[in-house]
């Protein structure tokens, strides 16, 4: 008999590595930041990561200096960061944003309403969308030895 723990660990790897076959539309959202409203629909023409995070989420602690990072390497009118936050209580992010500050956009879905239409399974997950509004790439967890092929993938669809 197969032992369950060996076949969840084995779905978790293959929910990991698998890429995203063809492009899909990206699923648009209208959702609300600190004093403005982040709308991925006007977004079209840019290169947009988003990133699913939340408070309790430990390897956010290590994905949120990478993305200000590229926040910092890449100029706004060609990526856009959007990180979507998706604790119950808005000040359990504004502490976890104390203790790890962002230089890129925060925005807030309390009710999962949007992180259930990328069907969000793994904490963080990202995807990056290309100019067309298209989802080229999604990344589940956060891995320090991942982000030079997201790097590489961000270069070429800006280019």
């Keep these: 008999m197969l032992n ?6 084995f779905a978790t790897i293959l929910l990991l590595i698998t890429p995203i076959s063809h492009a899909q539309k990206a699923p648009v959202f209208s959702l609300p930041g600190d004093g403005v409203t982040h709308d991925l629909s006007k977004l079209k023409g840019k290169v947009v990561y988003i990133d699913f995070w939340a408070s309790w989420c430990v390897p956010c602690r290590k994905s949120f200096p990478w993305m200000n ?3 910092n390497r890449y100029d706004r009118k ?3 960061i959007i990180a979507i936050n998706l604790d119950a209580d808005k000040g359990e992010a504004m502490k976890f ?3 790890v500050p962002a230089n890129f956009d925060i925005a807030y879905d309390p ?12 904490m963080p997950s990202s995807y990056l ?3 067309k ?5 999604a990344h589940k967890g956060f891995r320090e030895g991942d982000t030079a092929e997201i790097e590489a993938k961000i270069q070429k669809l800006i280019r």
């Design 78 to 80: 060609d990526l856009q």
């Design 129 to 131: 969308i290309n100019k």
């Design 69 to 71: 990072d590229m926040r």
């Design 4 to 9: 369950h723990k060996l076949i969840a660990a």
């Design 111 to 122: 009710d999962g309403e949007i992180a259930a239409k990328y069907d969000l399974q793994v």
């Design 133 to 137: 509004g298209e989802v080229v790439f």
């Design 97 to 99: 944003l104390e203790k």
